[in-house]
């Protein structure tokens, strides 16, 4: 199995019919399938490969053979030169395979079932498109969507939620990252790599994660769980809920507050639930289709906690409020508006609100933005709970009660001014006098707080100035709806970007980041059955994702091991550079169709046909570009996911920034102080907004219109290069990783596996190309000094002169006999190299807790010495005063004791004295 495109002839009449069908997926696997064998080297001729296949398989082999479309189960009952008799389970009738198609219709299968469910499909032997359909099918009925393809994961969306898959609990159980193949598969574990590759990576180089996958496939449900688990890893650590990064046992923490912390966490994760309403819709495939490209940078401090992000917007698909496709819908923000009017949840707070918000029981059935769809009380109550969520989250983002407000009645013009018609308008414009204005109209200028009469003319008259005069003609059908549509288009652009400007205000970090991780959730690629301008840029931005998916992941593998005198297995891959060429050249496709915007012709239809006519006469005889032959207004583009015809039909119109000067120009005269900061010319909001969506083109100032006449006017296509141009030369500055999100079936059902259409999938991302690539399993690289100077310190007994000697003697020493010893360079497996980085962690811990104990041993020494010096000082002074003390209670002492002694002496003399005298006196009587 190889996608192969070669032949694009071949693919293009294949393709020709539009949109995708299980059909048409078939027909593509079955066209690789014959490419891949037609690219083989012819060694020998047809008869020997006959007697080959004979030989290769036997009776009672257990087998894989393609048959009705599907890869199935077998047994070979017998072979022969001329074809092989393979039983399949539950058919009583053997299947034929001629000899002659048995390498690609067969191929070998294990009989007793293990391997079946490997968690890397590197594991998986044979490896071939079968077992890989089959291992994703068997973990898919296991409720396991997650496989790893080398170093990319594949993710297939259940379309169920799995109870207990993305609990907290294991974010704290993928904290520590672990080599692919020794942990389950799951989006956790990918986070884990990427948050723990910004942390110990060889040269904290920032990392980025580019989630791909067609519509439906659940890019927007993984990307909002990988940013789930950076802001939760990236909080303080008393914040983590017992959750610990475990990266590093010596990583510290500058103090912060953990409140801090905890709200900027808030606000980042409150960002995607207002992100997702304004900007994702309801298609066909998806109920929650993201209808913009976001990149997301997660700022990171040095120690390594979430301090902001900033997001920038790619291409937001603005021709879905005016128009959209039957069976879908409008954005949810609309729909979610509509439920609380109708709800009582919300109301405008303006004179004019709506009378009446129903119509049959179906608040949509009167805006003519709202195609019927769906609409009962159970979803009624849904969109009032989703109402609640945005309004919650604006709060928790930082939206003040009154913008939140600003912002719904904005939404409920744009609502009202799309019921506008030119019937309406025209019978306000016969009346001169006393004109009455269609009521819609009204109730918009008023939630806009513009004139009535005023904007009126914007979209129902057009102006020509004769001589340095105004004159003012009625606008045709066409002319005011083109205008209407135009200024809602605008309007809503404007407000998009105005929010997105807000939370990237709010959130991006006051102190310069030391790192970050990048979150690309780009549209998928996209083949409808009318395809337009929108189509075409999101389909080259896919082209543009390939390219640097193959360069990286493919190309620069392979030539790096050719460089360093490795000798591998050269795997072939899809190289789409010719349609790339034939897409962004000077002469390409988009640069005939900016040089058509250019030209000043009054009808759309003159320009849509010189285009047409210019695309075939310069592309026809180009691989990728083909003629289709049952429409005249629409070329063909062989991508390297199929075949696309884009029709030229208002494609001119819609590259054109029409109207957008006078919008602006109206809209800020409004007496909305929102409305004027929203459309302010020169102001913040504008830069602001001009940063955030790059793709959407900024008008000037009213002051710079001449000199602006003088250069040539913006496009979108030239805006989208050039965002686009930017968007890719950050990435190329990350270490990148790769998420490949599969829809398994059409039907958006639990349990349904589509091989048709996972095969194309598969083909369409080169994730086989990817495996073959990823079984050398050598992702680590590094020069042998660059080695040495970081593991010389851990490993100190090896002592060696020469660096390519010392990195030989350290994997000797660890037993790494995977190990591959280039010119230059040293190719590791993510295994030897987490634990090489382990060990070096620990020898630095032990080295640090050395370092720190004789510091800390020395520092408490100078303290003790000095407390002892402070304690003898105290202890002289005390016994000095103790001793003068001493001394005077002895003075006071000797002079008490002798006053004492004379007074004894005193008293026992005169009772002597008194004794003898009685003595004396008893011998006279």
């Known amino acids: 199995f190889s996608p192969r495109f070669s032949n694009r002839n071949s693919c293009a009449a294949g393709e020709k019919a539009g949109a995708m ?80 198609k048995a390498a690609e219709r067969l191929a070998a299968r294990v009989a007793d079932g293990t391997g079946d469910t490997p968690s890397n499909l590197t594991s998986l032997t044979p490896l071939h498109e079968a077992t890989v359909l089959h291992a994703l099918q068997q973990r898919l009925l296991l409720d396991k969507p997650y496989t790893y393809a080398g170093p990319t994961l594949v993710a297939l969306n259940p379309y169920k939620e799995l109870a207990g898959y993305y609990d907290d609990s294991l974010i704290a159980a993928f904290s520590r990252p672990e080599p692919a193949d020794q942990c389950e598969p799951h989006i956790y574990g990918v986070a884990a790599k990427v948050y723990a590759g910004m942390c110990m990576s060889w040269d904290k180089q ?27 890893m990236g909080r303080e650590p008393s914040a983590r809920d017992g959750t610990t990064p475990g990266i590093s046992e010596n990583t510290s923490h500058t103090p912060s507050k953990s409140s801090a912390s905890q709200g900027i966490v808030e606000q980042i994760m409150a960002a995607n639930p207002l992100l997702e309403a304004f900007g994702n819709a309801r298609t066909i495939n998806n109920r929650n289709s993201s209808r913009f490209g976001k990149y997301t940078k997660v700022q990171f401090s040095a120690s390594h906690t979430v301090i902001g992000t900033s997001t920038q917007t790619y291409l937001l698909e603005r021709t879905r409020v005016v128009n959209h496709a039957p069976r879908e819908r409008n954005f949810h923000v609309f729909y979610q508006l509509l439920a609380a009017l109708e709800s009582g949840t919300w109301s405008p707070r303006s004179e004019h609100w709506l009378e009446s918000t129903t119509a049959g029981n179906e608040p949509f059935g009167m805006f003519a933005l709202l195609q019927p769809c769906d609409w009962d009380d159970a979803v009624a109550a849904t969109e009032v709970q989703n109402f609640m969520a ?21 939404l409920l013009a744009i609502l009202h001014f799309g019921n506008v018609t030119h019937d309406m308008c025209a019978a306000a414009t016969s009346d001169k006098t006393s004109p009455v204005y269609p009521r819609d109209l009204m109730i918009a200028a008023a939630l806009l707080q513009l004139p009535a009469a005023k904007l009126h003319q914007h979209i129902a008259q057009r102006c020509i100035v004769v001589s340095g005069e105004n004159f003012y003609n009625d606008c045709t059908v066409q002319e005011l709806e083109s205008a209407r549509n135009s200024f809602i288009m605008s309007l809503y652009d404007s407000l998009f970007n105005w929010i997105l400007a807000f939370l990237n205000a709010k ?30 840029c999101i389909n080259y931005a896919n082209e543009k994702l390939q390219q640097h998916f193959v360069i990286h992941l493919l190309k620069m593998e392979q030539d790096e091991f050719e460089r360093e005198n490795l000798t591998v297995q050269r795997v072939p891959y899809v190289d789409n550079q010719a349609c790339l060429a034939l897409l962004e050249s000077s002469v390409g496709i988009l640069s005939l169709i900016d040089e058509q915007s250019q030209l000043k012709r009054r009808r759309s239809q003159g320009r849509s046909d010189s285009l047409i006519t210019g695309m075939h006469a310069t592309f026809s005889k180009q691989e990728c570009y083909y003629v ?13 996911a199929g075949s696309v015809q884009y029709d030229t039909r208002d494609l ?54 001449t000199s602006t006449r003088k250069r040539r006017a913006n496009t979108v296509i030239r805006s989208f290069r050039t965002s686009l141009s930017q968007l890719f030369s950050e990435v190329e500055s990350t270490h990148p990783h790769y998420i490949r999100c599969i829809a398994p079936n059409s039907n958006a059902q639990p349990g349904q596996f589509d091989q048709a259409k996972v095969l194309a999938q598969l083909s369409a991302c080169g994730v086989l190309e990817t495996v073959r690539v990823s079984q050398c399993g050598h992702p680590f690289r590094v020069t042998y000094t660059e080695f040495a100077a970081r593991f010389s310190s851990t490993f100190t ?45 620990v020898v630095s811990a032990k080295r640090a807790t050395r370092v720190q104990s004789l510091w800390r041993g020395r520092r408490q020494q100078r303290a003790f010495s000095a407390q002892k010096r402070a304690i003898e000082s105290v202890q002289k002074r005390w016994k000095a005063i103790f001793a003068v003390r001493d001394a005077s209670a002895r003075k006071l002492q000797h002079a008490i004791r002798g006053l004492l002694t004379r007074r004894r002496n005193e008293r026992e003399a005169a009772q002597r004295a008194a004794r003898a005298a009685a003595t004396a006196a008893a011998a006279l009587t």
Request: with cysteine; proline share 5%; charged share 15%.
């Open 628 to 640: 289709p032959k049952r429409s005249a207004c629409e070329f063909g583009v062989v991508h390297f």
């Open 206 to 232: 920032p990392q980025s994660i580019i989630v791909s996958g067609e519509s439906g496939a659940g890019k927007t449900f993984s990307a909002n769980f990988l940013l789930r688990y950076l802001a939760v």
């Open 390 to 410: 945005t309004q919650s989250a604006m709060a928790e983002a930082g939206f003040f009660a009154q913008q939140s407000d600003q912002i719904l009645q904005v």
């Open 507 to 536: 959130n991006t970090a006051c102190l310069k980041a030391a790192n970050h991780i990048a979150l690309l959730d780009i549209f998928g690629f996209e083949r409808l059955a009318m395809n337009s301008l929108e189509q075409l």
């Open 652 to 705: 001119v119109a819609k590259n054109t920034a029409k109207h957008e000067q006078d919008h602006y120009q109206l809209l800020h005269s409004s007496g909305s102080a929102f409305l004027q900061e929203l459309f302010a010319p020169l102001g913040p909001a504008t830069a602001s907004a001009s940063a955030a969506h790059p793709a959407s083109p900024v008008p000037p100032s009213p002051r710079s219109r």
């Open 797 to 841: 007994q090896i002592s060696c002169m020469d660096a390519k000697a010392f990195t030989q003697a350290v994997c000797e020493s660890q037993r790494f006999t995977t190990a591959l010893f280039g010119r230059d360079k040293v190719f590791l497996t993510e295994h030897c190299a987490m634990q090489l980085l382990e060990q070096r962690a």
């Open 21 to 100: 069908s299980s059909a048409s997926a078939s027909g593509s696997s079955a066209t690789l399938r014959s490419i891949e064998n037609q690219e083989r080297p012819k060694v020998a001729p047809r008869r020997r490969k006959q007697q080959t296949a004979a030989k290769q398989y036997a009776k009672g082999d257990h087998v894989w053979v393609f048959a009705e479309g599907l890869w199935s189960a077998g047994t070979v009952e017998s072979a022969s030169t001329d074809s092989i008799l393979v039983l399949l389970p539950g058919k009583e009738n053997l299947h034929s395979v001629p000899a002659s």
